[in-house]
Structures are given as C-alpha cells and as structure tokens.
C-alpha cells in the first residue's frame, strides 16, 4: 500500500498515527500489499495436505483475552493486546521482571527508582510511549492511589490522572477532603500502551515490582486500588472489582508490615457508568471513616 506521504514530517505523522492505533511492531522487513493478496488466486498446492492437529494448550498464536479483568467492564475502552510480549526484544518476559525485581530492590529513593526507570528497557512499553509517568501529589501522603496505566493525556504530560479520568479522581478526592497534596498517585503500569490497548500479563509482571517499590518508598498507610487491574495486581484476589470494591484487603510491606488496600471502581468506568458513582461514594466514605481512624 502507499501513502501520499511526501516529506519527513508526514512520515513521522504517519508513524504516530500507527503508534496511537495501537500498530507498534514491525511483523516483516517489507511492507505487504494484503489487499492485491485478497484478490489474487490462492497458491497452488505443491503439499498434500495434513490433517489439522488440535492446538497445544499453551499455543500463543492466538491472542488471549484479558485475564486480569474476568467479567468487568474495562476501565478504558482500550483495544486488544497485541500478540508480543512487552519486554525489549533480547530478554524473555521472565528474565525482564527478574530484572526489574532486582534493579527496583537496589533503589533507596522515589528520585532513585524514577531514575531507575527512565533507564529501564526491559519492557517494551517505554519505546512506544512519549513519557515515563511516574508520579503526582506528595510522596509523604498517608493514602496512595494505584491505577492500571497512563492515557494519551498523561502520555503528553508525564504526570498520572490528567484527564477526563484524572478530573474525576479530583473530584472524588475533594468530596473527601483530599487533594494532590495529600496524596499520591501512580500506576501498575508507568508507560502508556500504544492505542489505550490493555497491558498485557507480561508487561505487568515487568512493571510491577517498580510499582511494589514505589509503594514501600511512599510507605502510605492506606492504598487504593483504582479498579480490577490495580485490585488484582495489588492484593491477588481473583474476584472482579463490582465484588472486590469497598473491601480492604492486607497488603504486606517488604519489611513485613501490612497496610491495607481499599479496591474501588475506576474513575474511567464511572464516567461511563455514572449510576455507579453512588458505590464509588460508599467506598471514599470508607476511605475516609479509615483516615480518620474511626472504626
Ligand atoms: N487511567 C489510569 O489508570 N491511569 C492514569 O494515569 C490515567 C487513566
């Protein structure tokens, strides 16, 4: 296929354009024309043909389906994931979260880790991302928020929560007399995905021991863990998030102390489903009655 793609600059628009539909790898040296092949002849057979073989049980051809999120809706109506693993091209999924394991464990500093992760590139993530996200609000916060991973709008601006999404998480902090200032705020994932897609389990299991860091650096009393992803990295539970909202759960500290870890719905799902706000409200009501220490 051709585009009308005259100079540099419409080449790089062109590039951009396939990044942000989620078209982040390159399947072949050579561009493939597959609308001459629709119309073209099929080959002719020079093989008898085998009886088809059932799959294997681990046959990845095939994309999967979400795993962490079960029967709830997405937060953000990202698209498929895509069918590579999201670490750098030399190093095995496993390897890139050992990896990350290893270097997170060595940081002594929020400033260390950041670092750290700017260098990283062990998943895939941060070549197609226009910005590392690591953070806002006030590292010595008692609460820390947890979402699953930046849009487009916190791609542009490096920061968590600054969109539609990020308004509403506002909000909802204001009704119980948070702000930025007194709390924190992250994500599992600190690279956009290409397209809004899903991050993929491997590209969790890489980021996650950065986010497990960064949870024991800020040290916050209270976690919350904006919808399924986050609940399900964050506390292990396997119930979708309209089960797991409004329970806390332990949350165990490297040095072995446990703080807890309230779920909640995502403020991305409730901008499509507003009616669910009211159980959203219950949850931030517990949060609060928490921070207050009223039992
Ligand atoms: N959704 C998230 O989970 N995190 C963000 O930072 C923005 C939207």
Same mark, same amino acid.
């Given at each position: ?21 989620? =078209? ?118 008692? =609460?820390?928020? =947890? ?149």
């Amino acid at each position: 296929m051709t585009f009308p793609a005259t100079g540099q600059d419409d080449l790089i628009a062109l590039l951009d354009f396939h990044v942000e539909s989620g =078209v982040d790898i390159a399947l072949d040296e050579a561009p493939h024309d597959r609308f001459s092949e629709i119309d073209a002849p099929p080959p002719a057979r020079e093989m008898p043909i085998e009886p088809r073989r059932a799959a294997p049980a681990d046959d990845r051809s095939e994309p999967r389906r979400e795993p962490l999120r079960g029967r709830e809706p997405p937060p953000e109506p990202r698209s498929a994931a895509p069918r590579t693993f999201g670490g750098s091209a030399s190093a095995k999924p496993g390897e890139a979260a050992g990896d990350a394991r290893a270097k997170a464990a060595e940081t002594a500093s929020l400033d260390e880790l950041e670092a750290l992760l700017r260098d990283f590139e062990g998943c895939g993530l941060r070549f197609t991302a226009k910005n590392l996200v690591f953070a806002d609000g006030n590292p010595q916060a008692r =609460v820390m928020f =947890v979402g699953e991973a930046p849009g487009a709008d916190e791609d542009r601006i490096g920061k968590p929560f600054m969109g539609r999404s990020g308004q509403l998480l506002d909000r909802m902090m204001a009704a119980i007399g948070l702000d930025r200032s007194s709390a924190y705020i992250a994500n599992i994932v600190p690279w956009r995905p290409p397209g809004n897609r899903n991050p993929t389990p491997q590209e969790v299991a890489i980021c996650r021991p950065f986010v497990e860091r960064q949870i024991a650096l800020v040290d916050p009393e209270i976690l919350v863990c904006l919808g399924a992803p986050s609940t399900q990295t964050l506390t292990g539970t396997k119930d979708g998030i309209l089960k797991a909202r409004g329970r806390f759960y332990p949350y165990r500290l490297p040095d072995g102390r446990e703080i807890r870890a309230l779920a909640t719905l995502h403020p991305a799902y409730l901008l499509r489903q507003p009616v669910q706000k009211r159980l959203a409200w219950r949850d931030f009501r517990a949060l609060k009655t928490a921070l207050d220490g009223v039992k």
